[in-house]
């Protein structure tokens, strides 16, 4: 017997012996958890119709508004809006420079316009010239600081509690979760595996080109303020065959932004999942989609309804949001 087929009867001694144990503990009984229940139980029984083979497991996630809050603006923007803040006396022509203006005024409805591109120039003009290493610090050093301007708690504590329970059940599984954000990958990857159980070799992002360099007889990466790919819309399909080389099965998004991911997940052969998170809940977070300029969820809502993929009613399919909650 092989060691793939020793993997996977494994898994499925694990999924029987886990039988009596209510999967989702935080997500209602609704359509979206039987929807998901399902699917994982098709895909995981060998001599199914459905059955996926383990290397072909792959679960990808966008990560703002998906696994933790986007509004009042995204974390990284928050990072960026300090980061501006407190170099901006060295620079007194951002006073009147979009994004840059607007990060130093704390208006968040214009930086939330602005979308990755306002994100990258301020990435590339506050951490530009310094070593990958200097940034990363900089990036651990801001979070146990930060707090979210809503919730006043740190925003690792803020990932919601229901999509941990969905990359755990995922990864038990057998599936290899991935993120696949429109922010910084080098924001992300410091801190997405004690957050979501996800290695930072799992992330993949938007990013700015480094380059190699002698420093003291040492090798370092500097970054330049050049982009390198923006990983939003077309270019997150784009980005997981370029990372993973492999077409998802499971996909999980909450914006136009994750369309075509969504779209190109669900257009492949066999069995696929494609998943919308909906904002419904104003009172535990917020309640937006059509016309929100932060994570504006129109005509992926459409093409769910079209194409028949779950979409989460927060409010009501979510028994809590947060780990906080009682």
């Known amino acids: 017997m092989c060691w793939l087929l020793l993997l996977q009867c494994a898994f499925a001694v694990r999924a029987m012996e886990g039988a009596g144990t209510e999967p989702l503990p935080s997500w209602n009984e609704g ?16 001599g199914g119709k459905d059955f996926v083979p383990l290397p072909e497991r792959i679960a990808v996630f966008d990560n703002d508004g998906t696994l933790w809050p986007e509004k009042p603006i995204p974390a990284q923007f928050a990072f960026l809006l300090d980061r501006v803040k407190a170099i901006a006396p060295r620079f007194p022509g951002w006073k009147v420079r979009q994004p840059f203006k607007a990060a130093i005024e704390g208006d968040f409805d214009s930086l939330g316009a602005s979308g990755a591109e306002g994100l990258l120039q301020l990435v590339m003009a506050t951490s530009s010239g310094m070593t990958s290493g200097h940034f990363e610090k900089l990036v651990a050093d801001w979070l146990p600081k930060a707090r979210h301007p809503r919730f006043r708690r740190p925003y690792t504590e803020l990932a919601y509690r229901p999509m941990i329970e969905l990359l755990a059940y995922l990864r038990g599984n057998g599936f290899k979760t991935w993120i696949v954000s429109d922010g910084g990958v080098d924001f992300l990857r410091p801190w997405t595996e004690k957050v979501y159980g996800i290695p930072p070799e799992q992330v993949i992002g938007s990013s700015i080109k480094t380059k190699l360099e002698m420093a003291e007889g040492q090798p370092i990466l500097v970054r330049l303020p050049e982009v390198e790919f923006i990983n939003n819309h077309a270019t997150k399909p784009v980005g997981i065959h370029s990372h993973i080389g492999r077409r998802p099965v499971f ?55 079209k194409r028949g993929w779950p979409v989460v009613d927060m409010r009501s399919e979510w028994k809590r949001v947060f780990t906080f909650e009682n």
Do not use: C
């Not at 997940?265 to 917020?286: C, M, N, S, Y």
């Open 31 to 46: 359509p979206s958890k039987r929807a998901i229940v399902d699917f994982v139980a098709r895909a995981t029984s060998p």
């Open 251 to 305: 996909a999980v998004g909450n914006s136009d932004g994750d369309l075509q991911m969504l779209q190109w997940t669900a257009a492949g052969p066999g069995p696929r999942f494609a998943l919308v998170i909906h904002h419904t809940d104003a009172k535990r977070e917020w309640a937006y989609d059509h016309d929100s300029k932060v994570g504006r969820l129109d005509r992926a809502l459409t093409e769910a309804k």
